[in-house]
């Protein structure tokens, strides 16, 4: 069975320039999660899915970060302008629901840098 | 949320058992016990999860304490292909039937030849 998957893996941009990811989740999976990691931290949620709905986005920087998921299955993470602060792995995951019961599954990340 | 607390990071020989512990002292009574783990460059991993009783899976086991203040997940033959950060999660309920990961930063095991 192929795991989440994410593309691209690695990014360079400069500082203003928008920039997208893309997570394509295990199949069946309803739950969709998108993480930010800095280098040295554990991962922190950005958004949760629950298939088509946003139910927590409480934790996204609503100014310059967006996300979507079309018909509940593949979503995109975009930020426009990025910002130096930005450089990070942005981690997708995803679980058969969000009960206690699911754990989650991760996806490789995408490594960005901004300059 | 509960939180945990673990060591910065430990050292194990190869072939023996490596044994992670992990402080929850806040932890109540509906809230599990999660363990990940995270290689380089890779995304996190999940590993085993408990309430109460010690689990055992085909990764790891989990001891849990009776009064729940605290566990250790137990790597039995450690292989350098265990070196990575484990992390510790209570995951707590964060409401409308969903329940959160919280990662803190881990502790990082380094798996000695």
């Known amino acids: 069975e192929a795991g989440v998957v994410q593309s691209p893996r690695y990014k360079i941009i400069e500082k203003k320039q928008p920039v997208a990811f893309w997570c394509n989740p295990i199949?069946?999976?309803?739950?969709l999660y998108w993480y930010l990691q800095n280098l040295g931290q554990g991962p922190e949620l950005l958004i949760r899915?629950?298939?088509?709905?946003?139910?927590?986005d409480s934790q996204l920087p609503k100014d310059r970060f967006s996300a979507e998921r079309l018909k509940g299955v593949d979503s995109t993470l975009k930020i426009q302008p990025a910002e130096l602060g930005d450089s990070a792995v942005y981690l997708c995951?995803?679980?058969?629901?969000?009960?206690?019961?699911?754990?989650?599954?991760f996806g490789p990340g995408t490594r960005l840098t901004v300059t | 949320d509960a939180k945990t607390t673990q060591p910065t990071s430990m050292d194990c020989a190869e072939g023996r058992a490596a044994n992670l512990p992990c402080n929850h002292s806040?932890?109540?009574?509906?809230?599990?016990v999660y363990w990940y783990r995270q290689i380089h460059s890779q995304g996190p991993q999940y590993i085993i999860h408990?309430?109460?009783n010690n689990e055992t899976n085909e990764m790891a086991s989990l001891i849990i304490t009776e009064d729940r203040k605290s566990s250790t997940l137990i790597l039995p033959h450690a292989t350098l292909r265990d070196t990575a950060v484990y992390y510790c999660?209570?995951?707590?309920?964060?409401?409308?039937?969903?329940?959160?990961?919280?990662f803190g930063k881990g502790t990082k095991l380094s798996v000695i030849p």
């Open positions: 199949s069946g999976h309803n739950t």
């Open positions: 995951a995803s679980s058969l629901g969000q009960d206690s019961a699911y754990e989650q599954y």
């Open positions: 408990g309430l109460k």
């Open positions: 806040t932890i109540s009574g509906n809230e599990y």
């Open positions: 899915y629950e298939n088509e709905e946003a139910v927590d």
């Open positions: 999660i209570v995951r707590a309920y964060s409401g409308a039937g969903s329940y959160q990961l919280t």
